[in-house]
C-alpha cells in the first residue's frame, strides 16, 4: 500500500489545516489508520487514529481541537486541525495497519506542518 500525505503548510497560531492521506488501494479493510508526527530530535507519536469498525484515538493534546475521518470511497483518511498551536509544529505522517498484528503497515513519506506567526 503507498501511502501519500498532502495539505502541510505554514499557519498562524490558532488556524486550521487539513492534511490527507491517499492510498492507492482501498481502504475499507484495513484494521488501523492514523497521523503520527515527529518533531527533530523526539520519537515519533501519535496524533489520532480510527479503525475499520470505527472508533477513533487521540492524543490528549488534541483532544477537541483534531478530528480524524475516513472516506471509504475517495480511499482517504483525513486529520482536519483546529485552534493549531506552535507546538503542532512537526512533520506528520500518514500510517496503515493492515490487521491486528500489526505485523504489516505501511508509511508515508510526511507533510511539514508549521504553526508560527
Known amino acids: 500500500v503507498q501511502l501519500v500525505e498532502s495539505g502541510g503548510g505554514l499557519v498562524q497560531p490558532g488556524g486550521s489545516l487539513r492534511l490527507s492521506c491517499g492510498a492507492s488501494?482501498?481502504?475499507?479493510?484495513?484494521?488501523?489508520m492514523g497521523w503520527y508526527r515527529q518533531v527533530p530530535g523526539k520519537q515519533r507519536e501519535l496524533v489520532a487514529r480510527?479503525?475499520?469498525?470505527?472508533?477513533?484515538n487521540y492524543t490528549d493534546s488534541v483532544k477537541g481541537r483534531f478530528t480524524i475521518s475516513r472516506d471509504n470511497a475517495k480511499n482517504t483518511v483525513y486529520l482536519q486541525m483546529n485552534s493549531l498551536k506552535p507546538e503542532d509544529t512537526a512533520v506528520y505522517y500518514c500510517?496503515?495497519?493492515?490487521?491486528?498484528?500489526?505485523?504489516?503497515?505501511?508509511w508515508g513519506q510526511g507533510t511539514q506542518v508549521t504553526v508560527s506567526s
Open positions: 500510517h496503515a495497519n493492515m490487521d491486528p498484528s500489526g505485523l504489516q503497515d505501511y
Open positions: 488501494r482501498s481502504i475499507f479493510s484495513i484494521y488501523v
Open positions: 480510527t479503525f475499520n469498525g470505527g472508533s477513533t
